[in-house]
């Protein structure tokens, strides 16, 4: 249930945002955060709103969707300096093995919700 309530809530921030790819379609974010960095959708997503946090922060960091399943631990560890970066509040996201950190849904919820927070408030 909290999940569902996550997903509505960032759905609506993306729109708002201007957010025009595929996971707005019925189910397609669900599907993509429960694979997490696997999901090449997810990664574009996450990809897009930091190129937006990057114009409006001035991030040194940066992250790149990945193409197929392979390429996700590049990702997070990618992920991973940036949320360093950016001082995110979440433990669950900041700490434990990197490598595993997105490969649970509600992780890869927060990671969206920090990014809408910190684009919704520049």
């Given at each position: 249930?909290?999940?569902?309530l996550?997903?509505t809530?960032?759905?609506?921030?993306?729109?708002?945002?201007?957010?025009?790819?595929?996971?707005?379609?019925?189910?397609?974010?669900?599907?993509?955060?429960?694979a997490?960095?696997?999901s090449?959708?997810?990664?574009k997503?996450c990809?897009?709103?930091v190129?937006?946090?990057?114009?409006l922060c001035?991030?040194?960091?940066n992250v790149?969707a990945t193409n197929?399943?392979?390429?996700?631990?590049?990702?997070?560890?990618?992920?991973?300096?940036l949320?360093g970066?950016?001082?995110?509040?979440?433990?669950?996201?900041?700490?434990?093995?990197?490598?595993?950190?997105?490969?649970?849904?509600?992780?890869?919820?927060?990671?969206?919700?920090?990014?809408n927070?910190?684009?919704?408030?520049?």
């Amino acid at each position: 249930m909290e999940c569902d309530l996550m997903e509505t809530d960032i759905l609506e921030s993306l729109e708002d945002l201007g957010y025009k790819g595929p996971l707005l379609e019925d189910g397609a974010l669900s599907q993509a955060v429960s694979a997490g960095a696997s999901s090449p959708e997810f990664t574009k997503l996450c990809a897009w709103l930091v190129s937006e946090l990057r114009v409006l922060c001035k991030l040194e960091e940066n992250v790149q969707a990945t193409n197929s399943p392979s390429e996700a631990e590049e990702f997070q560890l990618e992920v991973s300096g940036l949320l360093g970066e950016m001082n995110c509040p979440y433990l669950s996201l900041t700490s434990g093995d990197v490598t595993k950190r997105l490969l649970i849904q509600k992780n890869c919820l927060l990671l969206l919700i920090k990014g809408n927070i910190s684009k919704s408030s520049t």
